[in-house]
């Protein structure tokens, strides 16, 4: 039988450094990659609105935004677009540390942290920007990566995809689960 994955592997995959300061000419943001206890492990994501002109129009994506000038770090900014997009405190998170930055075709520096949520809610998300809330088991995130063969390697943007039920997450938000999903699997390994 199976062992459920310990969370506190997660610990031993992000960087607890902060970066150097963000490469000019991109617009800095944050995300936050938020895994969180279901019976299993899940991941927890959001689907954008179907608002026409909306350039992430029903996209899957994972909380965050643009960093403000009140925001002092990059980290600040992860925790605040959580909140504000899905009422979730930063006293529900355990922010573990950075997957890295990830860069956009729109000029923008993605940072994506990796976060225990306690899984307590109520979940309220911004219905301007959010239509639904996503729990989506990370065993079904890790089976689709092995299953298309994307481990050790990082497809190309229109290859590397991970349906699930009705949507599919691709793109930026696509890079950064790459990204984790690669760093956690050895670390399972090693676990068990």
Do not use: C
Request: hydrophobic share 40%; no cysteine.
């Amino acid at each position: 039988m199976k062992r459920p994955l310990d969370l506190r592997v997660l610990e031993r995959l992000v960087a607890r450094e902060q970066l150097v300061s963000p490469t000019p000419g991109f617009r800095p943001a944050s995300v936050s990659l938020l895994v969180f206890e279901k019976t299993e492990p899940h991941l927890l994501a959001i689907q954008k609105t179907d608002t026409e002109g909306y350039p992430w129009r029903n996209q899957v994506a994972l909380p965050g935004g643009h960093q403000d000038d009140q925001d002092p770090t990059a980290l600040a900014t992860a925790l605040r677009e959580l909140e504000e997009e899905l009422g979730i405190p930063p006293v529900q998170v355990e922010m573990l540390g950075s997957l890295g930055r990830f860069q956009t075709i729109a000029m923008r520096e993605v940072e994506a942290f990796v976060g225990i949520w306690d899984g307590k809610g109520p979940v309220r998300h911004e219905a301007a920007e959010v239509a639904r809330v996503l729990e989506i088991p990370l065993a079904v995130i890790i089976s689709t990566h092995l299953e298309r063969r994307y481990r050790g390697r990082m497809p190309n943007a229109r290859e590397l995809v991970y349906p699930y039920r009705d949507v599919v997450i691709w793109g930026l938000t696509a890079k950064i689960v790459h990204r984790f999903i690669e760093r956690l699997l050895p670390a399972m390994e090693a676990d068990h």
